[in-house]
């Protein structure tokens, strides 16, 4: 049980360095910008949400405070985009 528990947060680490490389090829390769900063935003989105999750362990906190953190997470995101959107 004990190496389940240690090995999570490496595994969570390893999934963020991951996905930070997929955001790095999402800026860098596609030639539309308007799908790589939403690429982007949502990829940020999900790195935050595994940050919640795994190091902060919000799935113990009650209901209400995780669908906030969910909706937040999400709202944030989709504002960003929506904003740069609008100011090109």
Same mark, same amino acid.
């Given at each position: 049980? !004990?190496?389940? *528990?240690? $090995? =999570?947060?490496?595994?969570?680490? #390893? &999934?963020?360095?991951?996905?930070?490389?997929?955001?790095? @090829?999402?800026?860098?390769?596609?030639?539309?910008?308007?799908?790589?900063?939403?690429? !982007?935003?949502? *990829?940020? $989105? =999900?790195?935050?949400?595994?940050? #919640? &999750?795994?190091?902060?362990?919000?799935?113990?906190?009650? @209901?209400?405070?995780?669908?906030?953190?969910?909706?937040?997470?999400?709202?944030?995101?989709?504002?960003?985009?929506?904003?740069?959107?609008?100011?090109?």
């Amino acid at each position: 049980m !004990i190496g389940k *528990i240690a $090995a =999570a947060p490496r595994n969570a680490w #390893l &999934l963020l360095l991951a996905i930070s490389g997929l955001s790095f @090829l999402a800026a860098e390769l596609m030639g539309e910008r308007h799908v790589a900063i939403a690429a !982007i935003m949502a *990829i940020s $989105a =999900a790195k935050i949400l595994i940050i #919640l &999750l795994r190091f902060m362990e919000v799935e113990q906190a009650p @209901l209400f405070i995780r669908r906030y953190l969910y909706v937040w997470t999400f709202g944030i995101a989709g504002a960003i985009f929506t904003l740069w959107w609008a100011a090109t």
